[in-house]
């Protein structure tokens, strides 16, 4: 896990790269070089007008939001802008869905702007449905309240991108921009088909770098991994007591009985004994030193809750790592990699437009319902122990099958020659 990659500096040779700063600066210069360039070759008067709003946003991003999500130490220093793990691999997924797309194009001579302006607004459709499926799933759990809590909701640097959600909003971004250019849908989703899987891939990576999607904990001989305090994955064991050494009788988190106390655990220490009942544990933030990285979580303060007392665990008294878990990002990564590749073999052989499309869909389907067994980051929705994603998964299945079926009853039709 690594959620912060590394620090884009606040100043530099004692000056400011936010703000009224280097940057900026060296913005308004490329500006006027531009203008100078545009006069230079005669461009209209009005043509040059209708670029400024680009160059006045780029300006306002530089001198009001970057300096507004700088990272700070516990003395409110400014220490530089955070690059995330989590948003590179994302970037880099998309990049790459879009590059092979532009390459598979080019073989059935699509050209290459109009798989490029395809790749991007399927892109920012996939990502807001992405995040608006993440948001109505976990909005309980967002600080704040109002503006400042949507605020929070749409931290996409900060992980919390929904699959499902993300397949939704690219397929109508993609379908609405066929529509446009007078593409025929079958086929194009066929050709993206491959780079969505591959960007899924680094998506994944990314996940395993915030701490987000993880595995439950894993008993058997086989690949786990742990993660540092603070993290998603240690932050639950810590409100389910495992982490703390309390296994519970009848249920696997509080409220419940003690059934077991690990000795020298952390809960041992505290007090906790088999057989105390346990009403619930509380997290609370605690106040970080000035010293402490910036970049690593606050650490919290652990409030289990017995009858008629109240057990305080300071994160000092607790361990530094998780109990090792399924490693289901890896998983995930390697899965859609795979498909990825089945995917890029299948495109030219299927004899109607669509096929391959619906074979992806259909294959991601099954193996997400199956690799959500490993993960524990979602309950069951239902009155069932299927997670929404498992749901979710089960209705695409359905959906890509009835898809396959009415396709091979259709004429056999392939608008594009697949090499």
Known sequence: MRSTLFYVPHEIAGFPLFGVGLLLGC????????IAWRLATKTPIAELLSALPVWCVAAAIIAFVLPSIEQVTGTGEPIGLPIRGYGVMVLLGFLSGIAISVYRGRQIGLPDDTVIGLGFLMMLGGVLGARIFYVVQKWQEFEGEGL???AEAFKLTEGGLVIYGGVIGGLVAGAFYCYRHRLYVPAVADLVAPGFLLGLSFGRVGCLLHGCCFGGICTADLPRIPFPQGSGPYQMQLLDGSVLGIEFAQTRHPPGRVDHVATDSAAAQAGVKAGDWVDGILLSEMEPTPERDPALPPPLMTQIELPGKHLRIASEATPDWSLPLHPTQIYASLNALLLCLLIW???????????AFCIAILLYALSRFLLEWVRSDEAGQLGTSLTISQWVSLATACLATVGLILLFRSPRKRVFVWR
């Open 27 to 34: 913005l308004v210069l490329a500006c006027l070089a531009w």
């Open 148 to 150: 400042a809590k949507l």
């Open 345 to 355: 073999h299948l495109q030219p052989l299927p004899s109607r437009d669509g096929v």
